[in-house]
């Protein structure tokens, strides 16, 4: 079943159960490209957007006390996820989200006029006049962008975030005590502690969480209120500073009206900047993963310092490998931020004249990237770390057998003579301890003195 809309441009056969209109239903038609949806954390951004310019519209006399209603109730369903099946349309299509913006007025608008008429109102909504009222998809959809990034960061991320630092602050807590070697460039270094290895972990996440929400502040600025070019056209002067105001106390994020819609409308430098914390992160996730893979490996052929869970089978032809398939997942999404982060770094370097037409691309590949990596930590978290092990007799060995313990002799007895003592142990496959009695550089009890390990770390 099928019904007839009509835009401009002319009449449209819609199928009869959805709410979209005719430039819905053209976009879908013109742009059947790829299988990439618009995210739906930007259409309820969306639905936010235009829920608070009904009731700003309606403080400032511009609409009906009916119409606000209906409006406020259609979105007040959309948010409720009732209504997802009929936002279809892929990101590929214009480049200011345009049908996207009028798909969104669509819905609220036949599912307002649905509302009206069943309260046998004469009232009817229209989605231009009415749920686009004092705005352009030109500064709705970035307002969009920076809503539904801040909120996905602020909601999602982070708190995986903080979760998955507690737990490896556990970590570092539990084993702050249990000595080990370091290693540089791949080979042995001094000694630490596992617990002061894990500290570096810690305060990587610790960091990135600052950096973060830092750029979260930045994505308080909204577009709204600039209308089509940033000058506001068609809108009242206030109207961007009161729906900022009514998004914020909706929301609970303080979002303000931008202090200059020419660079919220061309510029997406905001969003970059966050996606560069969002990469710091990946960047820091990748290291740590790395790090947890390769001291598990083995068990016994690799570093095999640490034990990870066995979660599943880890061969179709092995039998009883452990494969460290967490570590794995983590590193593949960090190499998916790196390219979101440079997807989104050129996109947004093509502000031409007063509009960026890579809005699309730009906030798909943001909350992409902010899902991507929420899972991924919270999964990591809760398969990995929180069931991460020392293997106590493995690290122990490593110590014993480091040539690397020399260099508590340096003070003593020098640079070079240590070096000799080293290499030694290392041609003849002796210990250290039994290389630097040979040599006759220090005497049995001055060894035991000075490579004390405990005071190496």
């Known amino acids: 079943m099928e019904r007839i809309e009509r835009d401009t441009i002319g009449e449209v056969r819609v199928p009869a159960d959805k709410l979209w209109g005719a430039q819905t239903q053209r976009s879908k038609e013109n742009f059947q490209i790829g299988i990439e949806r618009m995210p739906v954390e930007l259409i309820y951004a969306f639905v936010q957007i235009k829920k608070a310019a009904a009731t700003v519209n309606r403080k400032l006399g511009k609409l009906s006390e009916e119409k606000r209603n209906a409006i406020s109730q259609a979105c007040h369903e959309i948010l409720s996820g009732k209504y997802n099946e009929h936002f279809p349309l892929v990101v590929w299509q214009t480049g200011s989200g345009t049908q996207s913006n009028m798909n969104v007025n669509e819905v609220i608008t036949n599912r307002g006029n649905q509302i009206l008429a069943e309260k046998n109102s004469t009232e009817r909504i229209h989605p231009n006049d009415d749920v686009n009222m004092s705005q352009s998809s030109n500064d709705t959809f970035p307002t969009a962008m920076h809503i539904a990034g801040a909120r996905e960061l602020s909601e999602k991320l982070v708190p995986a975030l903080q979760q998955l630092k507690e737990s490896i602050k556990q970590k570092e807590e539990k084993y702050k005590n249990l000595v080990k070697i370091g290693r540089t460039h791949l080979q042995d270094a001094t000694p630490l502690t596992l617990g002061q290895e894990i500290s570096g972990w810690r305060m990587m996440l610790d960091r990135t969480e600052l950096m973060i929400k830092q750029a979260c502040q930045y994505l308080n600025n909204l577009a709204i209120g600039g209308t089509a070019v940033g000058t506001g056209i068609n809108a009242d002067p206030i109207f961007g500073d009161q729906v900022a105001e009514e998004l914020a106390k909706e929301i609970g994020i303080p979002f303000r009206s931008s202090s200059n819609k020419f660079h919220a409308l061309t510029s997406h430098d905001e969003l970059v900047y966050a996606h560069g914390a969002l990469k710091a992160l990946a960047a820091d996730l990748m290291k740590i993963a790395n790090d947890v893979r390769f001291l598990a490996s ?122 000799k003592i080293a290499k030694l142990a290392f041609q003849q496959n002796i210990t250290l301890k039994l290389a630097a009695l040979q040599t006759g550089y220090l005497t049995e009890a001055e060894y035991e003195e000075w490579v004390n390990i405990d005071s190496m770390v």
Do not use: W
């Open 298 to 419: 083995g068990p016994r052929s690799g570093i095999g310092e640490l034990t990870i869970p066995a979660n599943e089978p880890g061969s179709s032809i092995m039998p009883g490998k452990v494969n460290p398939t967490q570590s794995e997942a983590l590193t593949m999404i960090c190499t998916q931020i790196f390219g979101n982060d440079a997807t989104i770094g050129f996109a947004a370097s093509q502000g031409n004249f007063e509009l960026n037409v890579f809005k699309p691309v730009i906030i798909y590949n943001f909350l992409q990237s902010i899902r991507l990596l929420t899972d991924g930590m919270n999964s990591f978290n809760e398969n990995c770390i929180k069931g991460l092990e020392a293997n106590k007799d493995v690290i122990k060995k490593h110590v014993e057998n480091s040539l690397m313990l020399v260099t508590a002799l340096n003070p003593h007895i020098g640079y070079e003579k240590a070096a």
